[in-house]
Each structure stands twice: as structure tokens, then as C-alpha cells.
């Protein structure tokens, strides 16, 4: 972070924390519940939470809100662990809120026995209704009255599962009148027999997320509760459960999440896609998962630079993925290794090069003198794309065509001597020349030509299938439109081009490496790559083009 920039609201209030003693260091958490897999919001949160403690000297825990026993998963603990580190954040501790089952059924005990919280038989439509509205207040039923002896015993049953699920909760008894929903004696405990992916079977009934989280908050002391807008309104029961359990008083604050065009973010959504099948799994790369986005050849640098850019907002609005795409292409090209890569070959024969072949050499990346250069095989049979010659070129065509000279990047000048058809007429072949004094480093043709085009030796081309992504959804604001957010999805979302051919050095790189295919955009290696085919997933195109495309329509 640099030193100019101003502070967010959140900094100011850690400075201030800090310089009036308040606190001798800090501690921020990161909560995720093990339902899903991260995505970019989330990254947004881990950002913050972990950045802040890392400005000020302080730690962070990563929390797992793991008190609803029935959509937790082993797989998303893990996965949720891998993605923080990938994000380059490590923790101070790996905790679980399942680990204070023993302590907040202790807080709960202790709330009945202050008269502060009673054993409810009610329907749950029957509390709901006795609620009220937020313009009538709520009233309180005959199980309110209950004695602390019985709420003490009954509790105990409940735990005992002596009772079935949904039949009774336990409801702290604060206000049916506030004006705050959520003070009208919210529920506590509820009875749910299920097994836990950590404490087994050991509970029957768990915690209501209120009466988990801040209290879990309160036994780790934190000290900078950071969530997103939604949670204002539990403010005042946060504030609540912990001044009547007289615990650390851990303070919660709220800022915008992060909302992002063109994707969805639920964790309900993202199963969905995932469950019917429209993307391969959580790590599909056109996922907004921060797996997916990794396996797309997304940095992890580039995504908290995506973070900071967007700054720590008090109001909800919606970012644009352009620039999320702005920051990755951005650090793509200072890392990238620039590689050559045909997608649709057209073969080239050099007619006057007699040579069995040689080896060129081409810098790895321009904007970086550290990464050197590579060897690449030349010779007498070439792939260019079938793109990069017009047999009839219209005026401004600078590429191949019949008579006209081009570089091929890193290697010579040539020209198009004849154009050699099969039966139907289509361009099966090109015949050139070569200018042997124009090789790139040493040309003394004298020759200036417009064009340069990439090219792939044929003898040393290696195949490949490459995985082009588009958005996912076809409408800027997923959420806002209308009806179903499938009903959006795009089809065209990946276009697969399976007979494409690179240059030999791709061979040998490694997985972590990122590409830039001259002219094409970037690159990285998929997962699915195998001893006969390399597949690789495009990360980002060269330059923006959507703007360009949803003009076309
Ligand atoms: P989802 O609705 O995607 O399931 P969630 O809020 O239920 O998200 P949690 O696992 O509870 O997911 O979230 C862990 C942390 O990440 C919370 O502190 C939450 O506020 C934060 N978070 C989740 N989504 C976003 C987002 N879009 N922007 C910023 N922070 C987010
Ligand atoms: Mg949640």
C-alpha cells in the first residue's frame, strides 16, 4: 500500500483505536462459513481483514462459522485454507466456531439464568407473526413466563435430544417492541439432529449465527469485527449478547461488499451452476470462485491490486469487471513469457530456403531484462494463421497476400509467391521466398515492411487445445435482472479451438509459468493438459474487447 494514499474509513478507526490506547494491538478474523468455495468478494473481505492487521502489527484468525451442521463440508475447509494462502495471507490461527459449542451453550446457560433468555414451543410461523411488523410492535406468548428452573431444565433436555427438531428454541428476551427486528427476541438455539463435519454427533442443537458469531469474536478478542452492510441491523443484538455475558467487548464494523458486473457471487448461485452442470465444478475459470479465477491464470497479485483499487466503500454499488481484467492483464505483462502460438494454421513453405533448419532467438519478455530469451526452431515449412493472409487484400492490409512482404517475428522477411489450392478452391497452402540478409538482430536488407506475423515451425509444432472464456452472464447486473439469473448465462461462454500449434519452448515451462501468445492475449497451462496435448486457458485477451463486441451484438 502506498504511503500517500488516504485512509479508508476503517483505517481511521484502527489509528484512532490505537493512538487513544484503546487497544495495545489489533485482531481482525476472517469468518467464512465452510458452505462453498471463496469467491472474489471474498477476496475483497480477506483482503481488508488481513491487510489491516498486517499495516498495523496486529494478527488475524481465519474463523470458520461452521454452526450449521447440515451444508458444511470437509472439501470447503480445505479448499478455503488453500485459497487464503494463494491469496498470500497466512493466519495467526485456524479456528472454528464449532470449537465453542461447550462455551456458548455455557453464555446460554448463563442468559436463562439472568431471566434473559426463555424456552420458546411455539411454531416457527407463530413467532413469526407474533413478531409484528416494523410499523406494530411484536407481542410476547404465554412460554415468555416460564421460570428460570424451567428454562434451565428444558435447555438441558434440548440438549439431551429429548425433543424433535423445529418443536422448541431458545429465544433471548430483549424487546418486542424495538423498532430493530431483530431484538424482538431472536432465537438462540435451535434443535436440529444432524451431524456436525467436525463434533459429530455430539450436538443436536446448534447456535443461531447471533449468538455465534459475536461471541466468537469476544473469546478470540477481536478487536476489529469487519463485515459487510447487511449485518447493521445484528449491531444491536451483537452489542447485546456480549454487554450481558459481560465478555471482551469486541466492536462490529460494516462496509459495502463487493458486487462485480457481468458474474454472480452467492455461494447458493455458484453451487447451482456447479450442481446443473452449466460449468465443470467450483474451479471452472469462468467462475468468479477464487479457485476458478486461479486455474484461469489470474495472479494473486493482481487481485489484491483489484482490491485496494476499489477501495473500502460505505454504499453498495457495482464494480466493473473491466477492471478487475485491467489489473490482470496489467501484471501479466510484466511477468508474462511471450510465446508464439497458431490457432487456425495455414501452412507456409519457404521455397528458397535450403538449410535443414536453425535455431532463432526471441527475448522471453520485453518488459523484463531479468527473464532472458529463448530458442526457436525455424525452417522451411511454417504455420501462420489463416487470418494473416488475403488472397485479394483490402487497402489497409498489411499482413500476407499475393506479392507482398512481411516479418515473421524474431526470424525474416518474406513474400508471397503463389497461392496453392485442392479441388473445392480452398487455400491449401502458400509458396514464398525468404530475404535471407533480413533475420531479425542482423538485417541488412534494407527492406521496411508494415506487418509482423507469429509463426510456428512445422517441424517442431507442438498441438494444442486452447480454452477461450467469455463472460459468464450476458447482463452487466446479474442480481438486478430480470427473472431467473440462469436465464442469463452466456451461452457462448467457452469457445474451444482444438487444433491449434505451438512453439516448442512451451514444452518445456512449467505450470506456474503465464504466456503471453503474441498477438492473442494470455495464457496460462490448464490442469486438463496431458503428455499429448497441452491445453491452456486464455486469462485475458490483449485488450479490452467486450466494449467493441456487445456493439456488434
Ligand atoms: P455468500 O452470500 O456468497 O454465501 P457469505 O457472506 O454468506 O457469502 P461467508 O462465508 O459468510 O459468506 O463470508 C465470509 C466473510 O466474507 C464475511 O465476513 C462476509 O461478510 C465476507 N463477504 C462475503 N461476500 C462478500 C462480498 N461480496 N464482498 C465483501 N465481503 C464479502
Ligand atoms: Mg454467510
Avoid at 469468518?31 to 480477506?46: D, F, Q, R, W
Avoid at 487497402?395 to 500476407?400: C, D, E, G, P, V
Avoid at 480454452?467 to 436465464?487: C, N
Amino acid at each position: 500500500m502506498s504511503e500517500e494514499k488516504s485512509l479508508n474509513f476503517i483505517e481511521e478507526i484502527v489509528e484512532e483505536d490505537l493512538k487513544n490506547g484503546k487497544y495495545p494491538s489489533i485482531t481482525t478474523r476472517f469468518p467464512p462459513e465452510p458452505n462453498g468455495y471463496l469467491h472474489i468478494g471474498h477476496a475483497k473481505s480477506i483482503c481488508l481483514n488481513f491487510g489491516l492487521a498486517k499495516k498495523y502489527g496486529g494478527k488475524t484468525n481465519l474463523r470458520f462459522d461452521d454452526t450449521n451442521p447440515v451444508t458444511e463440508e470437509t472439501e470447503y475447509v480445505d479448499s478455503i485454507k488453500e485459497d487464503v494462502r494463494w491469496l498470500g495471507f497466512e493466519w495467526a490461527n485456524e479456528l472454528y466456531a464449532s470449537d465453542y459449542f461447550d462455551q456458548l451453550y455455557a453464555f446460554a446457560v448463563q442468559l436463562i439464568e439472568k431471566g434473559l433468555a426463555y424456552i420458546d414451543d411455539s411454531a416457527s410461523d407463530d413467532i413469526a407473526t407474533q413478531k409484528g411488523t416494523p410499523t406494530t410492535p411484536g407481542v410476547r406468548n404465554e412460554f415468555a413466563n416460564r421460570t428460570i428452573a424451567e428454562n434451565r431444565e428444558l435447555f438441558t433436555a434440548m440438549r439431551d435430544g429429548r425433543f424433535t427438531d423445529g418443536s422448541k428454541v431458545l429465544r433471548a428476551k430483549i424487546d418486542m417492541a424495538s423498532p430493530n427486528m431483530l431484538l424482538r427476541d431472536p432465537i438462540l438455539y435451535r434443535i436440529k439432529h444432524a451431524s456436525h463435519h467436525r463434533t459429530g454427533d455430539k450436538w443436536c442443537i446448534y447456535p443461531m449465527y447471533d449468538f455465534a458469531h459475536g461471541q466468537s469474536d469476544s473469546i478470540e478478542h477481536i478487536t476489529h469485527s469487519v463485515c459487510t452492510l447487511e449485518f447493521i441491523p445484528h449491531r444491536d443484538l451483537y452489542n447485546w449478547c456480549i454487554e450481558k455475558l459481560e465478555i471482551f467487548p469486541s466492536k462490529q464494523y460494516e462496509f459495502a461488499r463487493l458486487n462485480m458486473t457481468y458474474t454472480v457471487m452467492s455461494k447458493r448461485k455458484l453451487l447451482q451452476l456447479v450442481n446443473e452442470g452449466h460449468v465443470t465444478g467450483w474451479d471452472d475459470p469462468r467462475m468468479s470462485t477464487i479457485s476458478g479465477m486461479r486455474r484461469r491464470g489470474y495472479t494473486a497479485d493482481s487481485i489484491r491490486e483489484f482490491c485496494d483499487r476499489i477501495g473500502i466503500a460505505k454504499r453498495e454499488n457495482l464494480i466493473d469487471v473491466g477492471l478487475l481484467e485491467f489489473c490482470v492483464r496489467e501484471h501479466l505483462n510484466r511477468i508474462s513469457l511471450r510465446r508464439m502460438v497458431v490457432f487456425d494454421p495455414l501452412k507456409v513453405v519457404i521455397t528458397n530456403y535450403t538449410d535443414s533448419g536453425e535455431l532463432l532467438s526471441s527475448e522471453n519478455n520485453p518488459e523484463d531484462d531479468q527473464s532472458g530469451s529463448r530458442d526457436i526452431p525455424f525452417g522451411r515449412e511454417l504455420y501462420i494463421e489463416r487470418d494473416d493472409f488475403m488472397e485479394v487484400p483490402s487497402k489497409k492490409y498489411f499482413r500476407l497476400a499475393p506479392g507482398q512482404m512481411v516479418r515473421l517475428k524474431s526470424a525474416y522477411i518474406i513474400k508471397c509467391e503463389e497461392v496453392i489450392k485442392d479441388g473445392a478452391g480452398n487455400i491449401t497452402e502458400l509458396y514464398c521466398t525468404y530475404v535471407p540478409e533480413s533475420r531479425s538482430g542482423s538485417d541488412t536488407s534494407g527492406i521496411n515492411v508494415k506487418g509482423t506475423l507469429h509463426w510456428v515451425s512445422v517441424a517442431h509444432a507442438i498441438k494444442a487445445e486452447i480454452r477461450q472464456y467469455d463472460r459468464l452472464f450476458t447482463v452487466e447486473d446479474v442480481a438486478a435482472a430480470e427473472g431467473d439469473f440462469k436465464d442469463h448465462i452466456n451461452p457462448h461462454s467457452l469457445q474451444v479451438i482444438d487444433n491449434a500449434y505451438a512453439e516448442p519452448a512451451l514444452l518445456k515451462d512449467t505450470a506456474d509459468d503465464r504466456y503471453q501468445f503474441i498477438r492473442k492475449g494470455y495464457f496460462c497451462l490448464d490442469k486438463e493438459t496431458t503428455t499429448g496435448k497441452l491445453v491452456f486457458n486464455r486469462t485475458v485477451t490483449l485488450k479490452d474487447t467486450w466494449a467493441k463486441e456487445v456493439k456488434k451484438g
